[in-house]
């Protein structure tokens, strides 16, 4: 819960902004999730205690439009390869990002 309430508090322009924060528990949930947590507590070596209760979360985010940071280096946003060896680096592109990388952190550490 602490996590939630710290994700919702955040806002900054280079991290995505979380909007709500949901859970519910009981007769509410998606049997399928449900089932799916049953198997995997079963595989863990040990029995679901039915006394747990469990919990469905649901996160509202903001759109981030650009995609992510992982779309865009798989992409080649920032670099295109040359050939098996070599790659094209943007390195404006790349020091941008690093730069907004960087402030999104100090922000977070501050």
């Known amino acids: 819960q602490m996590e939630a ?12 902004r ?13 049997p ?3 089932n799916m947590e049953r198997q ?6 040990g029995e679901m205690d039915t006394g747990v209760p469990s ?3 649901h996160i509202i985010m903001e759109f981030a439009d650009r995609g992510s940071l992982s779309k865009a ?4 946003r920032m670099h295109e390869p040359i050939d098996n060896v070599s790659v094209k680096w943007d390195a404006w592109a ?8 960087a402030s999104a952190l100090i922000f977070l550490h501050e």
């Open 32 to 34: 399928a999730l449900l």
């Open 94 to 101: 790349s020091i941008e990002t690093l730069k907004e990388i």
């Open 73 to 76: 280096l798989a992409s080649f």
């Open 40 to 45: 995997l507590l079963a595989g863990s070596g």
């Open 5 to 16: 309430i710290l994700m919702s508090a955040i806002n900054h322009p280079n991290i995505v």
């Open 55 to 57: 919990f469905e979360w």
């Open 18 to 30: 979380t909007y709500k924060v949901t859970s519910h528990s009981g007769e509410h949930l998606d």
